[in-house]
């Protein structure tokens, strides 16, 4: 394959993080050189700006982010571009689905992330994310099957114990246009890397799609390469390889 790549998009747990959540030092060096050599490097992540901000200063990013799943998309002044929301009464319904199953549970509002608590004046905030955490498979099948019948979600996951729920349509490929649209740059110049479901859209839609060594088979199965794992500097790897 030869493509000539504009823009890496990554992921961060799993991905650019190793399992102690770190960014390595080879990643850190083969993203300087990348963005030396004039390519613009994103961060493509469930997290919010709030958990992901830190790291795209320490990697001195001077691009944009897209956060939450695409659910936000942040300019190179950490600037909001646009904002995607998931209604609080499907919040509180999806609450009420992880209490009935007796789940744990995450939320990420505009201001704050949640872990297995909301607030009481929860529409009076705006949403982006729920997710489940579910160890019993046939729980987690159950409750896919109810958020699907729903019809208004984007599912997908970040580990295989959980599920992802995006207002539906949003995903990271949907912000990555965005993002490359606002910079003349086209799809197929772009490398994204991922591990998981939530990487799946962007890893098919890139010109080049790299899924980790770590990353779940439908990935490794969806993507263009598969690098080494988050522990074996991944990221880097894929970038040396990839971009001239």
């Known amino acids: 394959m030869d493509i000539d790549i504009k823009l890496i998009a990554l992921d961060m747990d799993g991905t650019l993080l190793n399992d102690k959540g770190k960014i390595s030092d080879e990643n850190r060096e083969a993203i300087k050189e990348a963005q030396e050599k004039g390519v613009i490097v994103v961060l493509s992540t469930g997290r919010s700006l709030l958990t992901s901000r830190e790291h795209a200063d320490s990697l001195e990013l001077t691009s944009y982010l897209v956060t939450v799943n695409g659910s936000e998309i942040w300019d190179e002044n ?14 509180e319904w999806m609450w009420e689905l992880s209490k009935q199953h007796k ?7 505009t201001e ?3 872990h ?3 607030p009481e004046d929860l529409h009076t ?4 994310k729920f997710g489940f955490n579910i160890d019993d498979d046939d729980t987690r099948e159950l409750i896919k099957k109810e958020l699907q019948a729903k019809g208004e979600f984007e599912l997908s996951n970040s580990t295989l114990k959980n599920i ?5 349509g949003i995903n990271k490929a949907k912000g990555l246009k965005i993002v490359c649209e606002r910079l003349g740059i086209k799809m197929k110049q772009v490398m994204a890397v991922g591990d998981s479901l939530n990487d799946l859209a962007m890893i098919t839609e890139a010109g ?4 980790m060594g770590n990353a779940q088979d ?20 894929a970038i040396r390889k990839w971009v001239h």
């Not at 789940?103 to 509002?109: E, L, V």
């Open 78 to 91: 950490r600037e909001l571009v646009e904002r995607n929301l998931v209604k609080s009464e499907l919040i």
């Open 103 to 109: 789940t744990k549970f995450w939320a990420i509002s």
């Open 112 to 114: 704050r992330n949640w």
């Open 116 to 118: 297995d608590e909301l």
């Open 125 to 128: 905030k705006e949403w982006l």
């Open 164 to 168: 992802e729920v995006n207002a539906v």
């Open 208 to 211: 080049l799609g790299v899924a």
């Open 218 to 237: 439908t990935l490794k199965e969806a993507a263009d390469w598969i690098t080494a794992t988050n522990q074996e500097d991944g990221v880097a790897k």
